[in-house]
């Protein structure tokens, strides 16, 4: 798969960050409750995948129920631009909208049932590779 680096970042411009990524994103709809308010729609990368350019101070970080995702957003603006999804603690969640444009090629929109989280991580085939490295599941494929 090619990868791109795509730049992207909050509203205000104090958080800036790049992700590697392919061009045509798959990004996930989830219909659980904070996804539903905030309209976090995200595509996942491994956590070696994303860098995080600048404004590390001005980040702050929500949690609830089991705490596993870490709801990151910008102090001065409120943007969400990127987050540790519960699906994928070893990765980031990225949201497509706060990419710059210029390396984004296609979106695919995947509905998730977040309302019966357990049940769609079960039954969802590839979720969980998706915060994993190329290297990492060619090695979890062989075992």
Known sequence: ???????GGCHCGAVRFEVLSSPDLHVFQCNCSIC???QNHHFIVPKNHFTLLQGSDNLTTYTFNTHVAKHTFCKTCGVQSFY????????????????????????????????????????HKS????????????LTETK
């Not at 979720?127 to 060619?138: C, G, L, P, V």
């Open 36 to 38: 539903t308010k905030k």
């Open 84 to 123: 540790t999804p519960r699906s994928n603690p070893d990765g980031y969640g990225v949201a497509p909208h706060c990419l710059d444009p210029v390396t984004v090629r296609s979106v695919t929109v995947e509905t998730f049932c977040g309302e019966k989280w357990e049940e769609s991580m079960q039954a």
């Open 1 to 7: 798969m090619d990868l791109v680096k795509h730049t």
């Open 127 to 138: 979720i969980r590779d998706m915060s994993k490295s190329a290297t990492e599941t060619q």
